[in-house]
T-cell receptor, first 113, second 110 residues
């Protein structure tokens, strides 16, 4: 199984809502990533969990918070988002923590209204 | 400042018409250069890793090459299913984060 599974595929939320994005992989990979991608732009790294240690892109606002319940699961908790946070949110994994994502999920298309 | 530039921004080819995509980089201490393919509404698909100048990798109709300043993704006799955005990314120095190019949108017309 060489899949990274993301749910939901689409999400519409209001600015006062709290929601979570979920990501799962069963390849035994030890690093998982959250990326944000706007239309016609490359992905931007938000967070990395590598060997259960979190690394953060300092430019990511605190309204995004990651959680790694175990080595196969990665969540992204969303709270009080802004319309400019609307984007495709991608999860990825890699066998080790070298920073090179090997497998990406299909993403969650998030719209903040 | 580390930078990755891809050209052209978009490329339209007829089926069977071979061409190349360019990824030029200015970084300190290249550790690896990576090519991905991305279909609309999907996550990127990893294609190749290149580590040193002179290295080449091939997969079906795609061949990636690397020099000290740039990488090329050569597409031989492309088919419509090769249509996608091709992304180049670089890892450099002590920073493990990837530096991404803006991508080349490739359209293959039947």
């Amino acid at each position: 199984d060489t899949e990274v599974t993301q749910t939901p595929k689409h999400l519409v939320m209001g600015m006062t809502n709290k929601k979570s994005l979920k990501c799962e992989q069963h390849m035994g990979h030890r690093a998982m990533y959250w990326y944000k991608q706007k239309a016609k732009k490359p992905p931007e790294l938000m967070f990395v969990y590598s060997y259960e240690k979190l690394s953060i892109n300092e430019s990511v606002p605190s309204r995004f918070s990651p959680e790694c319940p175990n080595s196969s699961l990665l969540n992204l908790h969303l709270h009080a988002l802004q319309p400019e946070d609307s984007a495709l949110y991608l999860c990825a994994s890699s066998q080790d923590g070298t920073g090179t994502p090997e497998f990406f999920g299909s993403g969650t298309r998030l719209t903040v209204v | 400042e580390d930078q990755v530039t891809q050209s052209p921004e978009a490329l339209r080819l007829q089926e069977g018409e071979s061409s190349s995509l360019n990824c030029s980089y200015t970084v300190s201490g290249l550790r690896g250069l990576f090519w991905y393919r991305q279909d609309p509404g999907k996550g990127p698909e990893f294609l190749f890793t290149l580590y040193s100048a002179g290295e080449e990798k091939e997969k079906e109709r795609l061949k990636a090459t690397l020099t000290k300043k740039e990488s090329f993704l050569h597409i031989t006799a492309p088919k419509p299913e090769d249509s996608a955005t091709y992304l180049c990314a670089v890892q450099a120095g002590s920073n493990y984060q990837l530096i991404w190019g803006a991508g080349t949108k490739l359209i293959i017309k039947p």
